[in-house]
């Protein structure tokens, strides 16, 4: 069995020892998780004991149950827009199929979004047995990284990291973690496929169907342009800078408060809210464009030396919103506050590469290094970090502080400039000329909506112009009703799914978990969630159907037989 190395957590590791400290993983899992690592002495060393099932769900899907369950529960995400609807549409399908075949009372509960981070990932809080859970479209993740790293042993616990279910698993983790450690791709893709087929197996991941791509614009106020594969999403840049108003007015944008917030993004977890401020108010260095193909951004190239090193060229006219050069500085000093927000717990979504290390030959040049093989940075760190005005976060003392910082004004540079921000309420952007690669055609008003009968209602009265993240019964709703409403669908790669959260009884008993997943009816899901507009997942892997590292059907346990 391959070692489960010293993994990116943001530590900057060397890469000089090569296993996780048992200890520390366990004191962080506590006891009802740790009991599953007890035969990992291959990674943690030492005489760890031994385990037939690798861990496997924290009991014996054979052994004597106890008690009658008195019943479980399952929270969902109730400030999310349109995917709070999606989920509320779902729920009571959900609670009916585990009642009626399972044999316990289900409660579903609303929870914030980021009161469900925050306990699941910050506190290691988990008062109920099933987060329900999705995952947002963002092209970084069409490669596997992010998607199964954060299931391995040592995201779980009260870490910040954020492993959704507290799954601790060996093998797993041996495999989820050493995908990203391979030396080409063709080994690489083996072990991706050994991971989806441990976790399949495992019962944890109990996957309900794809998270497509929905948005709605009124045509008679748009001309829309750069959707694509990427759709109208927060997650596609493409689609805001280069569709153009018919109007004189800047064009308005609904969306959740989420995104409002802070103007320290970084210490935001919403998926959404991190592209718009890393794509739109920031450029990284590579990007993606609407059909999802790499395109260079504030780099003028790239090149993959080979599996533990990539080199950058900034482009000569790359500059911020104040006028100051794009430097290779600011490159570095930009992961460095990454690095240094993630090892305070400020920063949930960033994950340092294995002995990760920046050179700046020039003030132009910019060499990436690892200690080890990390063929995932081209396709995930390179592309989802916006590259910061270093004299701007320098004078918050962000590096000492970075999850106590804000600013006004504040100097990025994206495509867009922020000329207005209300917390809580809206951003206005207007086009930043100078960009090297975007010319967007006009200013954007993004305001923020709590639910989404009331941004429908907005759309329907032409107060905003388009509607990313729209439910299917919303987006149904407004073509129905609204004469210039369209609804634009896009295939989703990641997924619904309910976390089973792994220590906690009766779901950390393998055969109770295999039960609830195969009671799901995911065919009426689809049909009332998303109007039949899309498929049921029948496997229990963090990529859907349509991602292209899904592994085969026939590697994978299936939730059940039709």
Not at 34 to 56: E, K, P, R, T
Request: hydrophobic share 35%.
């Amino acid at each position: 069995m391959a070692q489960l190395h010293d993994m990116p957590s943001g530590s900057g590791s060397d890469g000089e020892e090569s296993s996780i400290n048992r200890r520390k993983v366990i004191t962080g899992l506590g006891a009802a998780s740790a009991a599953g690592l007890a035969g990992c002495s291959s990674i943690f060393g030492g005489d760890g004991g031994s385990s037939d099932d690798g861990g496997g769900g924290g009991g014996d899907p054979d052994s004597e149950l106890g008690e009658r369950v008195p019943g479980i529960s399952m929270h969902y995400w109730s400030d999310y827009g349109g995917f709070t609807q999606i989920q509320e549409n779902m729920a009571p399908t959900m609670k009916r199929n585990i009642e009626d075949a399972v044999g316990v009372p289900f409660e579903v509960v609303p929870l914030e979004f980021s009161t469900s981070v925050s306990q699941i990932s910050g506190n290691d809080q988990r008062p109920d047995h099933i987060a329900f859970w999705w995952h947002t479209n963002t092209p970084d993740r069409l490669d596997p990284q992010e998607l199964l790293r954060r299931y391995s042993a040592d995201f779980a616990g009260a870490n910040g990291l954020g492993n959704p279910m507290n799954y601790a698993d060996c093998e797993y983790s041996n495999f989820a973690v050493d995908q990203a450690r391979a030396g080409s791709q063709e080994e690489r893709n083996e072990l991706v496929n050994e991971a989806q087929r441990v976790i399949s197996e495992s019962g944890v991941f109990g996957n309900l169907t794809p998270n497509p791509i929905i948005g709605t614009y009124r045509e008679d106020q748009v001309a829309l342009d750069g959707a694509g594969n990427g759709g109208v999403a927060r997650t596609n840049p493409n689609v805001f800078i280069k569709s153009e108003t018919k109007g004189p007015d800047p064009l308005v944008v609904g969306i959740d408060p989420v995104m409002t917030q802070t103007t320290n993004f970084n210490t935001v977890s919403q998926g959404v809210s991190l592209a718009f401020w890393n794509t739109q108010i920031h450029s990284p260095l590579v990007g993606y464009d609407e059909n999802y193909e790499k395109v260079n951004l504030l780099a003028e190239s790239y090149e993959v030396v080979d599996a533990q090193e990539v080199r950058a060229t900034i482009r000569d006219d790359a500059t911020f919103h104040n006028g100051d050069d794009v430097t290779s500085e600011d490159v570095k000093y930009t992961y460095d506050l990454l690095q240094a927000g993630a090892e305070s717990g400020a920063y949930p979504r960033y994950v340092n590469p294995p002995g990760f290390t920046i050179e700046t030959p020039s003030e132009k040049e910019v060499v990436f290094t690892f200690s080890e093989n990390y063929l995932p940075f081209q396709n995930t760190t390179l592309t989802r970090w916006g590259i910061l005005h270093k004299p701007t976060w320098e004078a918050q003392n962000a590096l000492e502080n970075p999850g106590d910082v804000e600013f006004d004004p504040f100097v990025g540079s994206g495509p867009y400039q922020i000329s207005s921000f209300t917390q809580g309420d809206s951003v206005e952007v207007e086009p930043f000329e100078d960009h090297p690669v975007h010319t967007p055609a006009q200013g954007l008003i993004y305001q923020a909506y709590r639910n989404q009968e009331t941004s429908v209602q907005a759309l329907r009265e032409n107060e905003i112009q388009i509607l990313p993240s729209t439910s299917p019964g919303a987006a149904q709703r407004i073509e129905d009703n609204v004469e210039s409403g369209v609804a634009y669908y896009g295939d989703g790669f990641v997924p619904f799914y309910m976390a089973h959260q792994y220590p906690i009884a009766p779901i950390k008993f393998p055969a109770f978990r295999k039960a609830c997943n195969a009671a799901i009816n995911r065919q009426e899901l689809v049909d009332i969630a998303f109007n039949g507009q899309t498929n049921v997942e029948m496997y229990g892997t963090p990529l859907t159907t349509a991602h292209p590292r899904r592994a085969p059907e026939e590697m994978m346990e299936a939730h059940a037989d039709d």
